[in-house]
């Protein structure tokens, strides 16, 4: 039910992003208050407690945002207050975050490896993800994984490349464990 309050409501935000010509604006905005919203629990518990009126709700996202924000963004929130789909927030604005990236050709890579990448690594990676897929850039997020022993694992998406020591070696055990020994 979550993905599908998200995917309602980011592609109705898309939809106005782009009809008014303000999907950058707008895609800065869901950013940060996505950041805001995960990080203050209380500010969210407060849109979560019934015995604070939806009026007061209204209050608060006036005194907080208005001036602060577009006033699209700022109508969309107190739709969703009016709504009673604010406690979904952070679902719909990644929903519309993504939805953004992939309208700009946007990919998002994760990169697991045992060892710190140097800078040359990490961009010839890029590069070669570049290259490799039809995006026209790429969001990079680098990890180290010491329990890969060596190799790399990449997810864009739903797919995940993994090139692990540490994968390479559990499906040799399950090879191993098939073979019956006369």
Known sequence: MAKLVGKTYGDALMSL???????????????ALKSIFEAENEF??????????????QQVLKNVFEGKLSGEMTGFLFLLLDKDRID???NIFTYFIDAVKA?????????????QLTDTQKTAIENKLLASTG???MEMHF?????????????IGDRIVDSSVKTKI???KRQLLKIKLA
């Open 170 to 172: 559990e499906e040799l």
């Open 143 to 155: 990890c180290e994984d010491k329990s890969l022993i060596g190799g790399a694992t990449i997810r």
């Open 17 to 31: 992003a782009v009809e008014e010509n303000k999907t950058d604006l707008l895609y800065e905005e869901a950013h």
């Open 103 to 115: 309208n700009k050709g946007i990919g998002v890579a994760y990169v697991s490896t045992p060892v």
């Open 135 to 137: 995006f026209s850039e």
């Open 88 to 90: 979904e927030v952070v």
């Open 44 to 57: 969210m518990n407060l849109f979560a407690n019934p015995k604070v009126t939806k009026e007061e709700k």
